[in-house]
Structure formats: C-alpha cells, structure tokens
C-alpha cells in the first residue's frame, strides 16, 4: 500500500500549519489535524469519542476491539439486517457505518467499548504525555493485550497523530504474522488429526477393559456377597470356638473388595481424564479445519489469479481474452500506482480506455463522481480504497447504472483475473450487474 490510512505528520522542523517555505497551510478535515481552538480546546483533556476519530481508524477498531458475538447482538438494533443470517462480514461493515455516522449507533458502539476495557482506560487515564501513553500501549502489546489497549491509547486525550499511526501500524502488521502462521498451523492440523486418531483408538481399548473389569469386579462382588452370607449362617450354627476363624476369613475378603474397588476407581479416572483429553482435541481439530477452509479458499483465489496471468504472457490468448475491451472505457479506483501502470498498459493494448482515480489520497473525491458516468465498467480493489470513497462509489454508479466490480487485491493479477472471468461469461464489454458484495467490507 503506497499511501497509509491515515494522514501524515508534519515534518519535523516546521511551524504549525506552515509549509517548509513558510507559507500558512489551510487547515480542514481532520479535529486531531486542526488548532486546538473553539470546541476544540473544550476536548482536549477529555477522551475523544469514537465519531470524532478519522474514519480511517474505525475498520480497525471494530475488527479488534469488539467481537463478532457481540456486534450480533447490538448492531442490528440500528441496521436492517438479520441477526442469525447475516454474515460476519455484513455486521462488521454494518459496524463501521455505524461508527462512522455517529448518532445513537455510535454511541452505543462507544460505551460498549467503554465498558468492556474500563480497567485499561483507567490505567492510562495516569498516562501525562504521549510518551508515556506509548509506553503503556508497548507494555501491553508484549504482554498480548492489544484490544482494551488499542482502545484505551486511540480515544486517549493525550494520543497525538504520531502515537495513533504508530500503534495503527503495529496492529497492521501483527494480521501480517497471522496470516504466516497459517502454515504452521495446517502443518499442527495434521498432526492433531493423527494423534486424536491415535487417542480416540486408546480410549477405546481403555473403555473395553474398564468395561470387562468393571463386569469382572460386579461377579466377584456378587461372589463374594453370597459367600459371606453362607458363611455367617454357617457361623451361627457351627460352635463358638469356630467364630474366630470365620470372623478372619470374612475380613480377608472384604479387604480384597476394598483393594479392587480401589484400583476401578483408579481406571474410571483415568478414563475420564481421557475422555477430557480427546475432547479437547477435538475441539482444537475444529478451528484448525475452519483456518484451513480460509486458507484454501484463499489460495484457490491466488491460483485463479496465477492461471489468469499465464495466459495474459501467452500473446494470442491475451488478444483473445481481452477483445472484449475494445473501445470501451474502464474505471479503476484505488489501487497502487506501480500497479496501475501495468494495468493501464493491458486495457490500451486490448483498445480499450482506463481512468485512474487513487480513491482521495492524491486526487480529490469530487472528481470521482464525475469520472463515473459514461463508463462501461467500474472496478476497485478492497484492500486499497477506504469506506467513503467505496460507498460514494457504490451509490453512484447505481444512480447512473454502471457495472462495478470488486477485486481482491490492488494486484495486476487480481486486474487479470476479472478480465478473465468476464470474458468466460460473456460480458466483458456489456453491462454486467453490479456486484453489492465487497470482500473486506460485505
């Protein structure tokens, strides 16, 4: 991602508002961009509230602060949506639109954030100065507690832009690290799959045994019973100098009962910590097959990508992919500008025309309902294009009924791949339907 979703600091050595030449800058957007002055000095030392934050920090907030049992529960009191069907995607974009307009679904979003990290608030309500707000949020990222700290240092009155960059960057990469580890976790999967086969095998056995033993101990016992009863009526009738060694027999036998009663009790526990054991792993078995299932469809994506791009190197099957794009006009929102290069160079070879708007980084947002209208197709990769620029994109293109297309990345594979598909279907230059679906944000 070339630009960052959020603003950058002034450089250092340069006066407040003013450019390095010395001339004042006009300051809009942004309150933590803006002079503290107004309503603005009033909130500087009470923490800030979720509205209030750039709508470029509300994605992360929602996806790490609040889970998605308890986004099911309050989002769809503010949004038309169904509770038990939606997808965890449609409540977390619900989400974010909710946060983002404020009003009373950002307020509950707030105090339920508030509530649920209370403690962590208070611990860096002690916090003076950025500095120390950043060594608080570096303790508890070592420590595994980013959530309740990603939302106490973000709404923190003393979290300047530097310190929110520097823990939204953080944040970033750790997805990074979980992504990698999927491997190492596909590879523990199959581990586990044998070793609870192995378990589930034993415990098997080890219920058998139990079981013949516990049937083995029932005969004795009943054995036993019955041998002590017809040896206390022998007693009775045999004569007293007998009563002694009867006596000593039937307490030989009841502690030979009492030693196999104790080693049962031996093998149920066993048993059961067993039983424990298995379900334990089954329940690990599962979410590793749920991260597999992500990740294979993941890289179904990227082979569909990869097989899309071998045969764009082929120039005869290239001219025939791409025909379809002759004379017609292509709209790409977002993207990187390497990226965009290698883009625009295959839709102009194929004859066609490619208009490039980065979404509202570099060229202003007004421009892209204008680039709209007239345009055969509308394409934007998620991962780089914020909420507003997507939404205004979406509404316009519907006002003016003009195919839009999501892609999954900002890569010249991604761009390959679409062209692909619409080619085998057969609407590479018709008016496709607009897909409603985006793959970050539902």
């Known amino acids: ?51 209030e934050l750039d709508s470029h920090l509300h994605c992360s907030i ?8 308890d986004l099911r529960k309050l989002v769809p009191r503010f949004k038309t949506l169904d509770r038990q069907h939606a997808t965890d995607l449609e409540i977390h974009h619900a989400a974010v639109e909710l946060a983002i307009e404020g009003g009373d679904g950002g307020k509950a979003l707030h105090k339920a954030l508030d509530e649920r990290y209370a403690t962590t608030i208070r611990r ?52 990074h690290l979980v992504g990698a580890a999927n491997r190492a976790d596909i590879r523990r999967l199959v581990a586990l799959e044998d070793e609870n086969a192995e378990l589930r095998s034993k415990v098997e056995r080890q219920q058998s045994r139990l079981h013949e033993m516990s049937t083995r101990h029932d005969a004795a016992i009943r054995a036993r019973d019955e041998q002590i009863a017809q040896l206390t009526a022998q007693t009775r009738r045999d004569e007293p100098a007998d009563a002694g060694t009867l006596q000593s027999e039937v307490a030989t036998l009841r502690d030979a009962v009492a030693a196999r009663d104790g080693r049962l009790a031996l093998h149920t526990g066993r048993r059961e910590a067993a039983e424990q054991r298995l379900a334990d792993e089954q329940e690990r078995v599962a979410v590793l097959r749920a991260t597999l299932e992500d990740t294979l469809a993941q ?60 979404g509202g980084f570099e060229d202003r947002k007004g421009l892209l309902a204008a680039a709209l209208p007239g345009a055969d197709q509308v394409v934007f990769p998620v991962d780089c294009i914020d909420h507003d620029s997507m939404n205004m994109l979406k509404r316009v293109c519907e006002r003016h009924g003009v195919a839009y297309h999501p892609l999954r990345t900002a890569s010249v594979a991604s761009f390959v791949e679409w062209l692909a598909r619409l080619a085998e279907s057969g609407v590479a230059g018709g008016a ?11």
């Open 62 to 69: 929602i996806g790490t602060c609040l889970s998605t049992h």
């Open 299 to 358: 890289l179904k994506a990227v082979q569909a990508e990869a097989n899309a791009m071998e045969r764009t190197l082929d120039t005869a099957s290239d001219e025939a992919s791409f025909a379809g794009l002759r004379g017609k006009r292509i709209v790409y929102v977002g993207g990187r500008p390497g990226s965009n290069v290698a883009i625009r160079r295959i839709v102009e070879a194929a004859g066609g025309e490619l208009t490039v708007h980065d």
């Open 432 to 442: 496709a339907p607009a897909s409603r679906f985006c793959l970050r944000h539902g």
């Open 1 to 51: 991602m070339q630009a960052p979703p959020f603003r950058l600091a002034r450089p250092s050595g340069v006066g407040p508002f003013q450019d390095p030449a010395g001339r004042a800058l006009r300051v809009d957007g942004d309150a933590c961009c803006a002079p503290a002055t107004g309503r603005q000095a009033e909130r500087a030392n009470r923490r800030t509230r979720l509205w």
């Open 124 to 175: 860096f309500a002690t916090a003076a100065d950025p500095e120390a707000v950043l060594a608080l949020w570096n303790d508890a990222r070592k420590a595994g507690d980013i959530p309740s700290a990603y939302w106490a240092l973000i709404t923190h009155p003393q979290a300047t832009l530097d310190v929110r960059q520097a823990a939204f960057g953080e944040l970033h990469m750790l997805s």
